[in-house]
């Protein structure tokens, strides 16, 4: 067995745990505004804040004008990924035209094609680290983090071993060239905001 079927089968075998804590969280009195998820069996929330959705809805639209408006795409939509008890709910999801809920009405990461995710201040290690990780083992072909407070973005892509093979910087006002992925999508960036 590999390194990569054993986290898969750990992702299979946590969904059941996965489940049981985000049922417990949706009876819990989370704020207005925040986002939960769990990174590596631990609990987040994190503040939303309009410069995040900003971004969000930006990115959103590129992909809406690339695609058409009937693209699969969502914003904080648990999806499990490889990994130990990784139920991400990332900022933005795109998903192949041919994605199909599993038996638990969940959307498969097999299926993912895209994540981005925007830095929130607590968030950063996650987003380096764990969710890369996870992203990179279920085969995610394009993986960018828009940082807000630095005013760059980072491109993942080329996954392989769990691991990505390219990793861009790009400082906003320039192009987040995505035209030989999948995607096959240019992403302006000089109307990012700033935090």
Aim: net charge negative; charged share 35%; aromatic share 10%.
């Amino acid at each position: 067995m590999t390194v990569l079927e054993d986290r898969i089968e750990m992702a299979d075998a946590n969904t059941k745990r996965l489940d049981e804590w985000f049922e417990r969280l949706e009876r819990m009195p989370v704020p207005e505004g925040f986002r939960v998820e769990i990174v590596g069996g631990n609990v987040h929330m994190t503040p939303q804040r309009d410069t995040h959705w900003e971004i969000i809805r930006r990115i959103v639209r590129a992909l809406e004008d690339r695609f058409g408006r009937e693209v699969r795409v969502f914003s904080d939509v648990r999806i499990d990924f490889p990994g130990h008890e990784n139920g991400f709910c990332p900022d933005v999801a795109k998903l192949s035209d041919s994605a199909k809920k599993d038996d638990e009405g969940r959307w498969r990461y097999q299926d993912v094609e895209f994540i981005a995710e925007v830095i929130s201040e607590g968030t950063a290690p996650n987003d380096y680290g764990p969710k890369k990780t996870a992203y990179a083992l279920a085969e995610v072909a394009v993986y960018l983090i828009v940082d807000p407070y630095v005013g760059k973005c980072r491109l993942f892509t080329q996954p392989k071993d769990g691991e990505y093979m390219s990793d861009t910087s790009i400082s906003y006002g320039v192009d987040v060239d995505m035209t030989t992925t999948p995607l096959g999508l240019s992403l302006k960036t000089d109307e990012f905001p700033r935090d």
